[in-house]
């Protein structure tokens, strides 16, 4: 059984870091390509970043890309996503999710597998 789970979230300051993590329990999560999505409230969900399954080459939504690194610990079967300089616009619910597949995309409905979301409210 694929199970994902999301910590790592919090409140933090504008233009401080958060570094979040998705354990993968039931699957070995070198072979499935994840995806951190956020939802923010009364907006839709959005791709924020990918890393693929196949050689580990990372994607990133233009609104977060210099600021947010994704990364996998094959060893730990975790992904993480480290975000810096956080700001306001970024406090949504942060989900990752995994597919089969080795190819990244960032839309919603490609990925079957879900954690249940982790807080990120960026504050002062």
């Known amino acids: 059984q694929v199970q994902l789970a999301e910590s790592g979230g919090g409140l933090v300051q504008p233009g401080g870091s958060l570094r979040l993590s998705c354990a993968a329990s039931?699957?070995?999560?070198?072979?499935?390509?994840i995806a951190w999505f956020r939802q923010a409230p009364g907006k839709e969900r959005e791709g924020v970043s990918c890393i693929s399954s196949r050689d580990g080459s990372s994607y990133y939504a233009d609104s977060v890309k210099g600021r947010f690194t994704i990364s996998r610990d094959n060893a730990k079967n975790t992904v993480y996503l480290q975000m810096n300089s956080l700001k306001p616009e970024d406090t949504a619910v942060y989900y990752c999710?995994?597919?089969?597949?080795?190819?990244?995309?960032?839309?919603?409905?490609?990925?079957?597998?879900w954690g249940q979301g982790t807080q990120v409210t960026v504050s002062s």
């Open positions: 999710a995994a597919r089969a597949r080795f190819m990244c995309v960032m839309t919603s409905y490609d990925f079957g597998s």
């Open positions: 039931g699957f070995t999560l070198d072979h499935y390509t």
